[in-house]
């Protein structure tokens, strides 16, 4: 079975599963992308964050799918999207597979919601498809300094590790249980919103063949979301900045966003951590269902 045939171990009630295929003629580490499709409505895309998958949203799509149709993406080479061998996971490569999405299935009138990375990636590709894009909502974007290494000394640790020159794709393939979900509770405020079953679904996924090298890849490439924020100030849709009290990002960075974008609507989650889509999902979905 080639990687892009993968399937996942969680079911979202009333979603289905497709696919885009390589564009015909297009780059050559251009891989087949995954993505869920639920409700009607006016097209809401979900992109999510580093390390994980379309399901990050299991508990807020079936909030919105009476008001949206939606899609939610796996990223270029992540969750059960295709693993091309030698395929860039820079901020310019990732924002290109969102295109390919809007393109491919021709849509416009978009919601564009990203968390952590996903909302660097909102953002920059309603920069490049303003004709498409309605509005964007972006959640403790993951475009400053330190990042997920602020979880913990854990996920300092690892990051260096995999980052580290020789040593470094050995220890992307090493991801014990264990060491996984205290990084990812790491970035929650209820710690208990974390399932058991999604983490699972992760530690499937990076039992892919190749998703190693994707991860190490994509841990390289996180300074181009730092990079991509040049690009805030060319969005012309109107823009919700959303942030859990305790995410990972410093007043200092939320500050200095608002500056870039300073017509963006703000709003702070208290006692919230960066990953919202799974422990409030419901202010997501107010949220979104608001101006739906």
Known sequence: MSSHESRPTIEIPGTTSHSIAPRAGGHGHEGALRYLR??????????????????????LIPLVAEHYTVYALDL??????????????????MRAGV?????????HDVT?????????????????????????????????????ARS?????VVVSGVLAPGLGPLIAGVEPRSALGRILRGGLGDR?????????????????????????AVYQALPTLIAARSRYPEVKAPVHLVYGEHDWSRPSDRAANQRLLPDAAFTQVPRAGHFLA???????????????
Not at 40 to 48: E, K
């Open 192 to 216: 208990s919103a974390l399932r058991e079953d999604y983490v699972d679904e992760l530690l499937r996924v990076g039992g892919r063949p190749g998703y190693p090298s994707v991860a190490r």
């Open 38 to 59: 639920a409700g009607t409505g006016a097209p809401l895309v979900l992109l999510h964050t580093v390390r994980t998958q379309a399901e990050h949203f299991r508990h």
């Open 152 to 156: 913990g000394l854990l996920a300092r």
């Open 76 to 93: 270029p080479g992540m969750g059960h999207s295709e693993i091309v061998p030698g395929a860039s996971y820079d901020e310019p490569a």
């Open 99 to 107: 295109r390919r999405l809007l393109t491919g299935l021709d849509l």
């Open 112 to 148: 564009l919601a990203g968390e952590s990375m996903g909302a660097v990636l909102a953002l920059t590709t309603a920069a490049d498809l303003p004709e498409r894009v309605r509005r964007v909502v972006a959640v403790n974007s993951y475009d400053f300094r330190g990042g997920i």
């Open 278 to 292: 799974l422990e409030r999902p419901d202010v997501l979905a107010d949220l979104l269902n608001a101006v739906a």
